[in-house]
């Protein structure tokens, strides 16, 4: 009797250490997108349309096909350019099409996403900053809930799913990837 209860204890212990214990692995590489001044789906911008007799300031989001939409021109291609490439394509759509002869563009990005769903408090976007890597989003989103996979949190970039322990990330700043405007954050439901 007195051998089982010291086995017991030892389990117990062996298995208290073993929760205590830093995880060990590595979460995956995620690749960098080909630049992250390039517009993508879902980034907010003001386009200013000055130099002109009705100057107009529009704010505007690219939608998921990389389109804006702006006054008199319509549709524009956004998503793969930079706003300066942006700038002179809006330019030249309004020469082009003879609604202004001289016109100044301005376009500047306001504001852009990452998404958050799945076991966190409050899914939805969040405001992505240069800083922004998978944990802080999930905490920017309230947390993880009662009922969340730590351990199995999908990244979704450029279409390729990348899963991450977030656990580990936290314990390791290291394995805490970056995210990049668009990416999105999946955290699953545990089975338990």
Known sequence: MQ???????????VLAGCENAAPTGRNPVMPSAASASQLRPGDSLTVAIIGVPDPTTNNVQIDDRGFINLPFIGTVKASGETAAG???????????????????????????????????EKPGRIVWTPDLTASKAIQAAGGFTLYAKEDKVGVVRNQILYELDIKLAQKNPSQDPKLEPGDSVQVPRSAF
């Open 86 to 120: 942006l700038t002179q394509s809006i330019r030249q759509a309004y020469v082009t099409q003879k609604i202004y002869m001289s016109v100044d563009i301005s376009v500047s990005v306001t504001e852009r996403y990452v998404y958050v769903g799945g076991e966190v």
């Open 3 to 13: 051998s089982l209860r010291v086995a017991t204890i030892a389990l117990l212990g």
